[in-house]
Nanobody, 120 residues
Framework: VQLVESGGDLVQPGRSLRLSCAGS????????MGWARQVPGKGLEWVLG???????YNPEAGKGRFTASRDNAKNTAYLQMNNLKPEDTGVYYC???????????????WGQGTQVTVSS
């Protein structure tokens, strides 16, 4: 199993970013994909999850400004982040092999993470 995130960048507040997570080595279309983040001073937290049928898990951290989606034909999951704020700065991870979206986030497989920095 391999998960490779991309799309992290340095952006100004109010801007948008789209993160991608390319998966391989497992049945992508039937797997739940999750996005979690590690922000400075806080523990790892779930941001969003997307199920095989495209339905989503929407915890508080990602509500309102973030959207999760997937393209099963490309074995890729996406995290669209809009109106970014400085407090969104952190490392964002995608994950699979998720039994439940609990606290702290647990998953069988994790990507390497991609850095998102929101600063003027």
């Amino acid at each position: 199993v391999q998960l490779v995130e991309s799309g992290g960048d340095l952006v100004q507040p109010g801007r948008s970013l789209r993160l991608s997570c390319a998966g391989s080595g497992f049945s992508f279309s039937s797997s739940v994909m999750g996005w979690a983040r590690q922000v400075p001073g806080k523990g790892l937290e779930w941001v969003l999850g997307v199920f095989g049928d495209g339905s989503t898990y929407n915890p508080e951290a990602g509500k309102g400004r973030f959207t999760a989606s997937r393209d099963n034909a490309k074995n890729t999951a996406y995290l669209q982040m809009n109106n970014l704020k400085p407090e969104d700065t952190g490392v964002y991870y995608c994950a699979t092999g998720i039994k439940a979206f609990g606290t702290p986030p647990t998953a069988q497989y994790w990507g390497q993470g991609t850095q998102v920095t929101v600063s003027s």
